[in-house]
């Protein structure tokens, strides 16, 4: 089957750096993307990685090693208002059974 | 703001009722998506249609079933309902099936 493997929580400390990592069973697919949602709240888009490699965008970044079948997003200075929960989604390569995927989600605990 | 609308935020209904729900893609947006979002779950992807031709179905149950019109607005229609069809449901809108896909508020269904 397809699916996406996150760590359902991970607590880490105001100003320090997080990685949350992803783990996939997908024959094949386009890109590994990120979402954010905070409680109550819509998911929003973070990053894309079309490619294998490092993409930056701030405090952010997300990394996808395709033969390592892994990525994971880091988050910097961390900042309480990034407590929230971060998933991982692939769109596999089409087929019969074109479906999005998503992860279940990792709930991210920031301490003061 | 996403720039996605989705109506109405909130519906309360009975089991065995039919509802539908709306979303206004962004602007410029072809895609769109729906999503099942029940308490403490991930998103589970129901289907995409673009520019008016359904494109990907996920685990869409028979009950439901969705639209999209040639304004690009797209309908999803729950019917029969039961109790675990409670649930918070996205739109979301991209340009393309492998862009940031941007979410609307969502529509709260609670079913007694």
């Known amino acids: 089957g397809q699916s996406l493997e996150q760590p359902s929580e991970v607590t880490a400390v105001e100003g320090a750096i997080v990685q949350i990592n992803c783990t996939y069973q997908?024959?094949?697919?386009?890109?590994l993307s990120w979402y954010q949602q905070h409680d109550g709240g819509a998911p929003t888009f973070l990053s894309y990685?079309?490619?294998?490699g490092l993409e930056e965008t701030g405090r952010f970044s997300s990394f996808l090693s395709r033969s390592d079948s892994y990525g994971y997003l880091l988050l910097q200075e961390l900042q309480m208002k990034d407590s929230a929960s971060y998933f991982c989604?692939?769109?596999?390569?089409?087929?019969?059974?074109?479906?999005?995927?998503f992860g279940k989600g990792t709930r991210l605990h920031i301490l003061p | 703001d996403s720039g996605v609308t989705q109506t109405p935020k909130h519906l309360i209904t009975a089991t065995g009722q039919r509802v539908t729900l709306r979303c206004s893609p962004r602007?410029?947006?072809?895609?769109v998506y729906w999503y099942q979002q029940s308490l403490d779950q991930g998103l589970q992807f129901l289907i995409q249609?673009?520019?008016?031709?359904?494109?990907a179905k996920g685990n869409i149950l028979e009950r439901f079933s969705a639209q999209q019109f040639p304004d690009l607005h797209s309908e999803l229609n729950l019917s029969s309902l039961e109790l675990g069809d409670s649930a918070l449901y996205f739109c979301?809108?991209?340009?393309?099936?492998?862009?940031?896909?941007?979410f609307g508020d969502g529509t709260r269904l609670s079913i007694l």
């Open positions: 979301a809108s991209s340009a393309g099936d492998n862009q940031p896909q941007h």
């Open positions: 997908t024959s094949g697919f386009y890109g």
């Open positions: 990685n079309g490619l294998d």
């Open positions: 989604a692939v769109r596999p390569l089409m087929n019969r059974d074109d479906k999005i995927i």
């Open positions: 602007s410029g947006d072809l895609s």
């Open positions: 249609y673009y520019n008016g031709e359904e494109r």
